[in-house]
């Protein structure tokens, strides 16, 4: 009955229908042509050449950024071991730091703990011409600190109840936001995990909080449905990264920031 409970909450992940009729709640598309042709990795499209041309567009992307004035932030949240990091590196190789950064707090401080919960994320933000990509951010009480009790009841209220207001703030005051969220099936997290536990290269991206999460499949699904009802907003979508395929991933990720800054591509 646990194994049935689990993988229903694994199949919606991987397709769930949209809250407010736009394709964010469903996965990214595959990567498409300029003619709307889908493209197959290794068939019609070569990943490496594609990647190149990708990462010209995003070296365009940053002039337009700094010449604008733009302060743009962008979050990758998902499952552990779904392709965060290899997509946030994809993105910032052939940009110049200065302009674009990256950001991956640890765990939070005494004396943070004190605070308003988004303040530690506040100095982080972006000043004009630039842009910054949290690895992991604010979505922490939503999901691990939710699914792991380091937060209470009182405290993951508040904070569902003040993101979405949150982010408004930020919006209002010029920056652009946007929200990625890598889904993953069970089985392939689990092959991801093994493949780190074997490879002394790998191993340090795993951390007893990962090896934990695993028994909570369940419950991190639950948590991400109930974040994405109160977040998922018509000013503030999140956009589902089908990270089955790490490359294809990439590519999603890659295109859908260039579109959204209305570079063709």
């Not at 956009?239 to 991933?249: G, L, P, R």
Request: net charge positive; hydrophobic share 35%; proline share 4%.
């Amino acid at each position: 009955m646990k194994d049935k409970h689990k993988k229903k909450h694994a199949e919606s992940e991987l397709g769930e229908t949209p809250a407010n009729g736009k394709q964010k709640h469903g996965d990214l598309p595959a990567p498409v042509l300029g003619n709307a042709t889908t493209l197959h990795l290794g068939k019609d499209c070569d990943y490496v050449k594609e990647m190149i041309r990708l990462q010209i567009e995003l070296v365009k992307l940053q002039e337009w950024v700094k010449q604008e004035g733009l302060r743009v932030v962008i979050l990758f949240e998902g499952r552990d071991a779904a392709g965060k990091g290899g997509a946030i590196k994809r993105i910032t190789e052939s940009l110049n730091p200065r302009v674009c950064r990256v950001v991956a707090l640890g765990t939070p401080t005494e004396r943070e703990k004190t605070q308003w919960y988004f303040q530690r994320y506040v100095p982080h933000l972006p000043a004009a011409g630039e842009m910054v990509l949290f690895d992991r951010s604010w979505y922490n009480r939503a999901g691990v600190e939710r699914v792991m009790g380091f937060c209470t009841d009182a405290q993951y209220q508040e904070f569902m109840q003040s993101c979405p207001e949150f982010e408004r703030m930020l919006q209002r005051s010029g920056i652009r936001l946007i929200k990625y969220w890598f889904s993953v099936s069970d089985e392939e997290q689990e092959r991801r995990f093994q493949d780190r536990m074997k490879n002394p290269t790998k191993r340090w991206k795993l951390s007893p909080m990962d090896l934990e999460s695993r028994k909570h499949w369940a419950e991190y699904s639950r948590a991400k449905d109930e974040m994405f009802a109160v977040t998922d907003t018509k000013l503030s979508p999140w956009y589902v990264v089908n990270a089955e395929n790490k490359k294809c991933a990439r590519l999603n990720v890659i295109r859908i920031f260039c579109r959204w800054s209305s570079i063709a591509i």
